[in-house]
T-cell receptor, first 117, second 114 residues
C-alpha cells in the first residue's frame, strides 16, 4: 500500500530555533521517490527536494537538510535557524509505481509550521 | 526551474454550469499530468492521471463523468467540472511530470460554486 504519514499537524517555533518535520512512508516498491513541498499562504506549491530510493545520502541546502533512512522508512526535514518566512504548510510526498504501471504521487496530510518573530 | 501554469486562477460559477480549467507546461513537454484537489486545511488528493493521447486514469471515488480530463498535447491538459455544485468548490491543482520524473505543480485554481 502507498501511504505517507506526517504525524505533526502543527508546529510552532520562535525565530532562530531549529525545527524538524517528520515523514514516514509505506510502499511495496523498491524503486520510489520521496519529495518535500512547501505551500505558503498563497497556495502555490514550491518544490524543495526529491530523493530516489537508492540514494540514502543526506542532503543539505542552505538552512534546509533532509535525513532519509530506509531502515525506518522515514524522510525527515530540518530547518535550521528558522525564519518567519518559513511559515507555511509542508507536505511530504511519495511517488511509486504501485499497480498502475505509471508513477503517481500521493501526499501526506501536511505539517503547518508557524515561526514567530 | 520548470514552470506549470493554470488558468483561470479563480473562478466563480453558478450551480449547474460547467467550468474548464487549463494546465500548461510552459518550458517542457509532459507526457503525464496529474490533477489534484485540495479542500481547506487538508492535503492534496489525487483525482486522476492524465496521459497525452489516451484516456485519463481516475482514482477510486472520483466521478469521471463529472470531472472530464483531456490531455490533447504534450503541454496542455484540461479539467472540466460538469454540472458543478457547491460541494465541488475547492482548490484544484495540476501537476506536470518531467522526463526526469520530477512533478512540478501549477499555482492552482480556486473554484467557488454558488
Amino acid at each position: 500500500a502507498q501511504k505517507v504519514t506526517q504525524a505533526q499537524t502543527e508546529i510552532s517555533v520562535v525565530e532562530k530555533e531549529d525545527v524538524t518535520l517528520d515523514c514516514v512512508y509505506e510502499t511495496r516498491d523498491t524503486t520510489y521517490y520521496l519529495f518535500w513541498y512547501k505551500q505558503p499562504p498563497s497556495g502555490e506549491l514550491v518544490f524543495l527536494i526529491r530523493r530516489n530510493s537508492f540514494d540514502e545520502q543526506n542532503e543539505i541546502s542552505g538552512r534546509y537538510s533532509w535525513n532519509f533512512q530506509k531502515s525506518t522508512s522515514s524522510f525527515n526535514f530540518t530547518i535550521t535557524a528558522s525564519q518567519v518566512v518559513d511559515s507555511a504548510v509542508y507536505f511530504c510526498a511519495l511517488s511509486d509505481l504501485g499497480n498502475t504501471g505509471g508513477f503517481k504521487t500521493i501526499f501526506g496530510a501536511g505539517t503547518r509550521l508557524f515561526v514567530k518573530a | 526551474g520548470a514552470v506549470v501554469s493554470q488558468h483561470p486562477s479563480r473562478v466563480i460559477c453558478k450551480s449547474g454550469t460547467s467550468v474548464k480549467i487549463e494546465c500548461r507546461s510552459l518550458d517542457f513537454q509532459a507526457t503525464t499530468m496529474f490533477w489534484y484537489r485540495q479542500f481547506p486545511k487538508q492535503s492534496l488528493m489525487l483525482m486522476a492521471t492524465s496521459n497525452e493521447g489516451s484516456k485519463a486514469t481516475y482514482e477510486q471515488g472520483v466521478e469521471k463523468d463529472k470531472f472530464l480530463i483531456n490531455h490533447a498535447s504534450l503541454t496542455l491538459s484540461t479539467l472540466t467540472v460538469t454540472s458543478a455544485h457547491p460541494e465541488d468548490s475547492s482548490f484544484y491543482i495540476c501537476s506536470a511530470r518531467t522526463s526526469g520524473g520530477v512533478q512540478y505543480f501549477g499555482p492552482g485554481t480556486r473554484l467557488t460554486v454558488t
